[in-house]
Nanobody, 122 residues
C-alpha cells in the first residue's frame, strides 16, 4: 500500500506560480512511477505530467508543456509539480498518483491522493 498526500494548492492570479507537493509513504513508494492529474468541474480527469521512478523520463500534456515541471526527490519520497504562467483554464482539483509505469492513462495508476484545489483567477 502507498499513501499519497498532496499540498500546495490555492488561489493565484493568472500569470502566477504555484508548486504542488505529493508526499508518499508506504512500501517501496520511491520505486513507483508518479503522475499528476487534474479534474475541472464537469470534465473528466486528465493527465498533466508523469515521471518514472528515478526521474529519468517525464511526460507532459500539451496544454502544460513549457509551463509546468514535474520532479521527484526520492530521498524525501516527494513529487513536485512546479506550475508557472498559470491560466484560468488550469483551475481544477489536482491529484497525484502512483503506479508501476509512467503512462499517461488513469488506469495505469494504483494509488491516488485526495487532491488539492488550484484556482486561477483572471
Amino acid at each position: 500500500q502507498v499513501q499519497l498526500v498532496e499540498s500546495g494548492g490555492g488561489l493565484v492570479q493568472a500569470g502566477g506560480s504555484l508548486r504542488l507537493s505529493c508526499a508518499a509513504s508506504g512500501r517501496a513508494s520511491s520505486m513507483y512511477a508518479m503522475g499528476w492529474f487534474r479534474q475541472a468541474p464537469g470534465k473528466e480527469r486528465e493527465v498533466v505530467a508523469t515521471i518514472n521512478w528515478n526521474g529519468g523520463s517525464t511526460y507532459y500534456a500539451g496544454s502544460v508543456k513549457g509551463r509546468f515541471t514535474i520532479a521527484r526527490d526520492n530521498a524525501k519520497n516527494t513529487v513536485y509539480l512546479q506550475m508557472n504562467s498559470l491560466k484560468p483554464e488550469d483551475t481544477a482539483v489536482y491529484y497525484c498518483a502512483a503506479g508501476k509505469w509512467a503512462f499517461s492513462t488513469l488506469d495505469s495508476y494504483d494509488y491516488w491522493g485526495q487532491g488539492t484545489q488550484v484556482t486561477v483567477s483572471s
